[in-house]
């Protein structure tokens, strides 16, 4: 089969025809119908985040498509289901892996983000079917990205609930693919109006048709300062899809006291509180991890009442790959570029 692999950090992917895996006991091979293209992909190729044991390996950990083969043992799903794969794969046995939470397992194999192939291939092997979620009527192209860019916003959002004051605002910083979802399941899940920001003008307007009641362009200097008078000296809660040095910032500077700051994105920056000065209280930090099978059955539920619609989705073939991350790269996709292999 055709598969997108990593060879070294900092060079394209190449596209490499490897051995169909067949599953053993308690495994699903899954036939890859959509691989979303995540920026945390774009961090792991330049090497900004080397967490990868081995090379060659196949990328891809935002993943759905059909069940081509059950090994031995498994009941819970039948070759032909549409099913998305939750893509953080745990050893099974550790204090988060026994809650659940298999994605902090403390020794991870994460999907197309360890030693383990992802999503970018003709086909993924799917360790255990406790890790796939049945789609009913959505189409698994289109439902591959539910399986990161709206499980983790989904994740962080949830987390951050019982800080959530509907007459105080929320801050989303970064709209793309992860910050469009998170503006959707905000609608969904809270009521407190959203203020976006975001460097480009194309994702500003995007977060306004999405529903933000502001959005801000990162760049002024004016944003913090607008952003305190929005919300009334400050956001309950601060999301973070970016997660530079400066995002880290403005989202804690924005915030009231009692409120909570999220970090997402994965951008390298260093985040500071600096109570004495700010006088600002009892905030909260949490950098949250990509979401548990049992949100993603929460997230694919919400899709599949139509609540939660899909951001803007592009597809592209296989050997696009390196052309797509590029773009992504350059800033120049609009929501997500979803690879059907
Ligand atoms: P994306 O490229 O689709 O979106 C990034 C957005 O941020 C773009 O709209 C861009 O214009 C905007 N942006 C860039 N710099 C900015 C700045 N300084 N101020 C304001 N906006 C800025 O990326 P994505 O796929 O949505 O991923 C977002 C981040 O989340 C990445 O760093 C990714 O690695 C990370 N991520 C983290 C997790 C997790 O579990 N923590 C999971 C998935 C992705
Ligand atoms: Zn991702
Ligand atoms: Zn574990």
Known sequence: MKAARIQAYGQPLVLQDIPI???RPGQVLVRVRGAGICRSDLHVLSGEIPILPRMPVTLGHENAGFVAAAGPGVTGVREGDAVAVCGGWGCGRCDYCVVGDDQLCA???????????????????????????RLHGLDPRGAAPLTDAALTPYRAIKRALPYFQPDHGVLVIGCGGLGQYGIKLLRILAGSPIIAVDLDPAKRQIAICLGAAHALDASDPETAARILELSGGGVAAAFDFVGSEATLALAAGSTRSGGKVTQVGLAGGEARLRVRESIR??????????????????VVALAESGLLTPIEVEYATLDRINEVCQRLERGEVKGRVVVTP
Not at 109 to 133: F, H, I, M, Q, T
Not at 285 to 298: D, P, Q, S, Y
């Open 21 to 23: 895996p067949a599953p």
């Open 107 to 133: 020794t991870p194999s994460w999907a197309g983000l360890s030693a383990c192939d992802g999503g970018y291939a003709e086909y993924l092997l799917v360790p255990n079917e406790k890790y796939l979620v």
């Open 281 to 298: 209280w009892e905030v909260a930090f949490e950098a949250t991890l990509w979401g548990n099978v049992k949100e993603l059955r929460e």
